[in-house]
């Protein structure tokens, strides 16, 4: 079982509407980060959070640490949004050396005009 | 303009042959990572370092091999033991190591024919 779980894993919406992709994790976590990939492969990180709740433009990621969930909302889409969205975490205990962040296989939203 | 730079975008080479893919930093960060992306797969740590002259093995390092010469440097070996290499590798760079946001270059796609 993968350690980090996004759902859902396509997501094809119309412009203007609420979207929600939602990440959940099984292992104890220092941060957890949103990222998006456009089509030409390269990564922007959106959001880094451990607790709460962050919100840029029209983009709010939530974290419930006791649930080991985490949503990332998009409010108004719009065609350029469409991308992929990966949900990494930060594990409190590093597996035999290994640093870094444990990845989810990504959502891929298409936003339609 | 501060950032990483992956070069080339596109690469290709001829099985059995080794390979260096390039990856610069100049944010003066210390730790830097490369990862693989596999279709329908996260992202997948090969290597990291935390600092020049350091460098460890991530979940997948078998027939991979890098060097940390500089800090703004971590050049990536993708040598002819590596049975999979046609893959998309992402280089990223962090303040330091275990904290803080993980910045990404755009990736070289390397096709092995």
């Known amino acids: 079982k993968n350690e980090v779980e996004q759902s859902p894993q396509n997501l094809t919406a119309q412009e203007g509407e609420f979207i929600t992709i939602n990440c959940s994790y099984s292992?104890?976590?220092?941060?957890l980060h949103w990222l998006q990939q456009h089509p030409g492969g390269g990564i922007v990180s959106l959001f880094m959070?451990?607790?709460g709740k962050k919100k840029h433009g029209r983009l709010i990621a939530t974290i419930n640490i006791q649930e080991k969930h985490s949503s990332l909302h998009i409010t108004a889409s719009h065609p350029r949004d469409s991308a992929v969205y990966i949900c990494a975490v930060r594990s409190r205990i590093v597996r035999g050396g290994a640093d870094g962040l444990t990845f989810g296989k990504g959502t891929h939203l298409i936003i339609q005009p | 303009d501060g950032g990483i730079t992956q070069s080339p975008k596109y690469l290709f080479r001829k099985e059995g042959q080794n390979v260096t893919l390039s990856c610069e930093q100049n944010?003066?960060?210390?730790?830097m990572y490369w990862y693989r992306q596999d279709p329908g797969q996260g992202l997948r740590l090969i290597y990291y370092?935390?600092?020049?002259?350091?460098?460890q093995k991530g979940d997948i390092a078998e027939g991979y091999s890098v060097s940390r010469e500089k800090k703004e440097s971590f050049p990536l070996t993708v040598t002819s033991a590596q049975k999979n290499p046609t893959a998309f590798y992402l280089c990223a760079s962090s303040l330091d190591r275990g904290r803080g946001e993980q910045f990404f270059g755009p990736g070289t796609r390397l096709t092995v024919l």
């Open positions: 292992v104890g976590i220092s941060a």
């Open positions: 944010l003066n960060h210390d730790a």
């Open positions: 959070l451990s607790s």
């Open positions: 370092s935390q600092i020049v002259n350091d460098f």
